[in-house]
């Protein structure tokens, strides 16, 4: 497969959006941003061997590069509507690069995002992302605005992806339950909470990296502190009856789950208990993050996460 058949192979059936003027096949693309809208932007990079393992589908890797970065979109409260696709390959495979179309086809129909450009190289396998989001102007949800006396919610299970990583290191890829496979390679970002969290969040980040490294975030810009009740967060009971004694730590310190975590004031409660989300603890002043259960009280909860530096 020569450099134009394979970026024929990626490109999609048919355009999918009207507001691409120009996609593939010139040196820019050409968006039509609506009036009253603003763009956000993000990039998220998957390198193999850190990202994900060998042997796995290259339908289920375009799938999963996809979703990490819609995911970032989720957060903001925004809506994805356009990504830009750089792929490094070692070789240009011809069953690889139609496997990865079709996955790469799926996740983005899912949202009706369009691919509009993208750039190709030879090397070690790596697939960054840039998606491209809208959002109504000004309404966008930061890392920072979270108040004391917000309470904190998740939008679901959390540390699902991390036992299904730890299950990963003692089962084979194909042994692995449909749950924990799905979490980890098909990860289903929030955007159907984006309207949701612009209305009614003051502050919103998706766990990428963890619980705790990234309610940390959240801290770290809002310029408060966190305290967490143990008992609320939600496990999935897959995890539980798995990893008994690991659910909790997966859930506070295991990345990859793409779920949202978020700060809400009291008031809209019932807004996010009526879409499934899960309050696990309160914004509080003083600066820290701590945990709260009926047995200890309180106690310092040491943040800590996947770090690639
Ligand atoms: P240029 O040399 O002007 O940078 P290229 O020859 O690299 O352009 O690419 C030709 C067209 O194909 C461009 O529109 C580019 O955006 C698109 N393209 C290249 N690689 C990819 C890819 N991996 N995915 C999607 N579009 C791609
Ligand atoms: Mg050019």
New binding site residues.
């Given amino acids: 497969m020569d ?2 058949s ?2 024929n192979c ?2 999609q059936p048919a355009s999918v959006r009207d507001d691409v003027i120009l ?7 050409c968006l039509e941003i609506p009036a009253g809208f603003q763009l956000l932007v993000s990039t998220d990079t998957l390198v193999a061997g850190v990202h994900f393992i060998d042997d796995l589908a290259p339908s289920d890797i375009a799938y999963r590069a996809v979703m990490t970065n819609v995911s970032d979109i989720a957060a903001m409260g925004g809506v994805p509507s356009w990504i ?4 490094t390959l070692p070789e240009s495979n011809n069953a690889w690069v139609t496997c990865f179309s079709e996955g790469l086809h799926q996740a983005l129909k899912l949202f009706n995002i369009a ?6 190289t030879r090397g070690p396998l790596a697939i960054t992302i840039t998606i491209h989001g809208l959002i109504p102007k000004n309404t966008a949800v930061k890392r920072k605005g979270a108040l004391p006396g917000d309470e904190i919610w998740v939008s679901g299970y959390v540390g699902t992806a991390a036992a299904a990583l730890a299950c990963l290191q003692v089962k084979t890829l194909p042994a692995l339950p449909a749950i924990f496979r799905e979490k980890l390679w098909r990860p289903f970002p929030r955007i159907d909470l984006a309207e949701l969290l612009r209305t009614h969040a003051s502050s919103a980040i998706d766990i990428s990296d963890g619980l705790t490294a990234d309610l940390q975030h959240i801290c770290d810009a809002s310029q408060v502190g966190a305290c967490l009740n143990l008992t609320a967060i939600p496990l999935h009971p897959l995890v539980l009856s798995y990893f008994p004694d690991k659910a909790l730590e997966f859930a506070l310190q295991g990345g990859d789950d793409y779920e949202l975590c978020f700060t809400a004031a009291p008031t809209a409660e019932i807004y996010f208990l009526n879409a499934k989300c899960v309050k696990i603890g309160v914004v509080e002043e003083a600066l820290g993050l701590r945990s709260w259960d009926k047995d200890h009280g309180q106690m310092p909860l040491v943040s800590s996460g996947y770090k690639h530096f």
Avoid: S
């Fill in positions: 450099e134009f394979l970026i990626l490109k996609g593939i096949g010139d040196d820019a693309a830009t696709l750089a792929l691919l509009v450009g993208g750039d190709t």
